[in-house]
C-alpha cells in the first residue's frame, strides 16, 4: 500500500488555496464570512443560504460566486459550481490579481469533476500563459493530460514544474505518484532516481527515505525513516510503518504506528493502518479498537475506510449482527461501494 503525504491532487489544488481563505474573510461581509465559516464544517446547503443572504445585503459578489462555487462543489452538482465560478470571474478588473488565480483553479476543479477534462485543461494552461512559474498548475495539468493518454504532453508540463524548484520533493514525489496511478510509474520513477543518484543534493534522510518508499526500496526507506520518525512525525511515522509492511514485519509495523499514538498525537489514518496490522496478525480485539478509534476523530477523511474496516474486524470477531447493522449503515452512506454490496451478500447468509 501506498500513500500520499502531500495533498494538492487533480481534484483540487488544495495547497495553493488554503492560504487565500483569511485573505477573502478580510474583504468579505458578514453573510459571506458566514458562508465560508459553513463550508470549511462541510455544511454546504448552510453556506448557499449564507451568500443568498449576502447578495441581498449587497456585498460582494465576486466573493458571493466564488463561495457558490465552492459550496456547490461541496454538493457534487459541478456544473452550477462551474456557472458560479465563472460568474465570479466576471466581476474582475483589468488587473489580475491572487484571488482570479484562486477562482480559476477550482473553476479548473468544477471542469474536471464534472467530466469536462478539455476545459480544466485550458483553464491549467491559461494560467501558466500568465504565471509560467506556477508550479501548481503545470504538475495539474500533466496530471490531467496522463489521464486523457497524453504522455508526452504529460511529460512536459511535468519538467516545467520540476524546473521551477528542483528541490521541491513533494512536487516530484505527487509526480511520481500520478504518474503511477496512469501506468506509467517508470515515467515518474526516473524523476525520483534522478535525485538519489545525484550526491551533490546531500539528501536529508526524510527525502531520501520517502523517496525510496515510493520507489519500492523499502529496506533504505526503514533504515532513513528511523532517523527522523521523531523530528519528521506523522508523514515519517505513516511511510516507515508501511516499509514494515511491505517487508511483512507487520508487529513492528503496529509497534511503531501504536507508539506515535501513545507519545504524539492522534491520528485518523495511523489507527486506520494499525487496526489494519493487527487484523493480519490475528489480533482481531485491538484491530477493532483502533478502527473505532480513528472513527471518534470527527471530520477526518479515513471515515469510509474506516467504517469498512470496523466491519471486516466485526466479522473476524463473530459478530455478524452487529456487522450487519453496521454494514447497513455504511452502505446508506456509501450505496455505490461494489466491494461493500458483495459483502453484504455474504453478512446476510451468516
Same mark, same amino acid.
Given at each position: 500500500?501506498?500513500?500520499?503525504?502531500?495533498?494538492?491532487?487533480?481534484?483540487?489544488?488544495?495547497?495553493?488555496?488554503?492560504?487565500?481563505f483569511?485573505?477573502?474573510?478580510?474583504?468579505?461581509?458578514?453573510?459571506?464570512? @458566514? $458562508?465560508?465559516?459553513? +463550508?470549511e464544517?462541510? &455544511? !454546504? #446547503?448552510? /453556506?448557499?443560504r *449564507?451568500? %443568498?443572504? =449576502?447578495?441581498?445585503?449587497?456585498?460582494?459578489?465576486?466573493?458571493i460566486?466564488?463561495? @457558490? $462555487?465552492?459550496?456547490? +462543489?461541496?454538493?457534487? &452538482? !459541478? #456544473?452550477? /459550481?462551474?456557472? *458560479?465560478? %465563472?460568474? =465570479?470571474l466576471?466581476?474582475?478588473?483589468?488587473?489580475?490579481?491572487?484571488?482570479?488565480?484562486?477562482?480559476?483553479?477550482?473553476?479548473?476543479?468544477?471542469? !474536471?469533476?464534472?467530466?469536462?477534462?478539455?476545459?480544466?485543461? =485550458?483553464?491549467?494552461?491559461?494560467?501558466?500563459?500568465?504565471?509560467?512559474?506556477?508550479?501548481?498548475?503545470?504538475?495539474?495539468?500533466?496530471?490531467?493530460?496522463?489521464?486523457?493518454?497524453?504522455?508526452?504532453?504529460?511529460? =512536459?508540463?511535468?519538467?516545467?514544474?520540476?524546473?521551477?524548484?528542483?528541490?521541491?520533493y513533494?512536487?516530484?514525489?505527487?509526480?511520481?505518484?500520478?504518474?503511477?496511478?496512469?501506468?506509467?510509474?517508470?515515467?515518474?520513477?526516473?524523476?525520483?532516481?534522478?535525485?538519489?543518484?545525484?550526491?551533490?543534493?546531500?539528501?536529508?534522510?526524510?527525502?531520501?527515505?520517502?523517496?525510496?518508499?515510493?520507489?519500492?526500496?523499502?529496506?533504505?526507506?526503514?533504515?532513513?525513516?528511523?532517523?527522523?520518525?521523531?523530528?519528521?512525525?506523522?508523514?515519517?511515522?505513516?511511510?516507515?510503518?508501511?516499509?514494515?509492511?511491505?517487508l511483512?514485519?507487520?508487529?513492528?509495523?503496529?509497534?511503531?504506528?501504536?507508539?506515535?499514538?501513545?507519545?504524539?498525537?492522534?491520528?485518523?489514518?495511523?489507527?486506520?493502518?494499525?487496526?489494519?496490522?493487527?487484523?493480519?496478525?490475528?489480533?482481531?480485539?485491538?484491530?477493532?479498537n483502533?478502527?473505532?478509534?480513528?472513527?471518534?476523530?470527527?471530520?477526518?477523511?479515513?471515515?469510509?475506510s474506516?467504517?469498512?474496516?470496523?466491519?471486516?474486524?466485526?466479522?473476524?470477531?463473530?459478530?455478524?449482527?452487529?456487522?450487519?447493522?453496521?454494514?447497513?449503515?455504511?452502505?446508506?452512506?456509501?450505496?455505490?461501494?461494489?466491494?461493500?454490496?458483495?459483502?453484504?451478500?455474504?453478512l446476510?447468509?451468516?
Amino acid at each position: 500500500m501506498k500513500v500520499r503525504i502531500r495533498k494538492a491532487t487533480a481534484v483540487l489544488a488544495v495547497c495553493f488555496l488554503t492560504g487565500l481563505f483569511a485573505g477573502c474573510r478580510a474583504k468579505a461581509g458578514e453573510n459571506i464570512a @458566514q $458562508g465560508m465559516q459553513q +463550508i470549511e464544517q462541510m &455544511d !454546504y #446547503e448552510g /453556506a448557499l443560504r *449564507s451568500f %443568498e443572504a =449576502a447578495t441581498v445585503n449587497k456585498e460582494d459578489m465576486q466573493l458571493i460566486c466564488r463561495g @457558490q $462555487g465552492l459550496a456547490y +462543489i461541496g454538493l457534487t &452538482d !459541478y #456544473e452550477s /459550481a462551474a456557472q *458560479s465560478l %465563472e460568474r =465570479a470571474l466576471t466581476y474582475s478588473d483589468a488587473r489580475i490579481d491572487q484571488l482570479d488565480f484562486d477562482i480559476n483553479y477550482y473553476l479548473a476543479t468544477a471542469y !474536471y469533476r464534472g467530466g469536462q477534462i478539455d476545459r480544466a485543461v =485550458a483553464v491549467y494552461q491559461a494560467i501558466v500563459d500568465l504565471r509560467p512559474r506556477e508550479k501548481e498548475a503545470w504538475y495539474l495539468k500533466g496530471t490531467l493530460e496522463l489521464e486523457q493518454g497524453k504522455v508526452e504532453a504529460a511529460k =512536459a508540463d511535468f519538467e516545467q514544474a520540476i524546473a521551477v524548484d528542483k528541490t521541491d520533493y513533494d512536487m516530484l514525489i505527487d509526480i511520481y505518484v500520478s504518474c503511477s496511478r496512469y501506468g506509467q510509474a517508470q515515467l515518474g520513477a526516473a524523476w525520483l532516481q534522478a535525485v538519489l543518484a545525484d550526491t551533490s543534493l546531500r539528501l536529508s534522510d526524510y527525502d531520501k527515505g520517502r523517496m525510496s518508499f515510493y520507489l519500492g526500496d523499502y529496506e533504505t526507506a526503514r533504515v532513513s525513516l528511523e532517523k527522523v520518525k521523531d523530528a519528521k512525525g506523522t508523514g515519517a511515522v505513516k511511510l516507515l510503518g508501511l516499509s514494515y509492511e511491505n517487508l511483512g514485519d507487520y508487529n513492528y509495523a503496529a509497534s511503531v504506528y501504536s507508539t506515535y499514538l501513545e507519545t504524539k498525537q492522534e491520528d485518523a489514518e495511523i489507527y486506520n493502518q494499525l487496526g489494519l496490522c493487527k487484523l493480519r496478525v490475528g489480533d482481531y480485539e485491538t484491530a477493532l479498537n483502533a478502527f473505532r478509534s480513528g472513527l471518534a476523530m470527527e471530520g477526518n477523511g479515513m471515515m469510509q475506510s474506516l467504517r469498512f474496516n470496523e466491519i471486516v474486524a466485526l466479522e473476524y470477531l463473530g459478530q455478524f449482527e452487529q456487522a450487519k447493522i453496521s454494514m447497513q449503515q455504511y452502505l446508506a452512506l456509501y450505496p455505490d461501494d461494489e466491494k461493500a454490496q458483495r459483502e453484504n451478500i455474504f453478512l446476510q447468509s451468516r
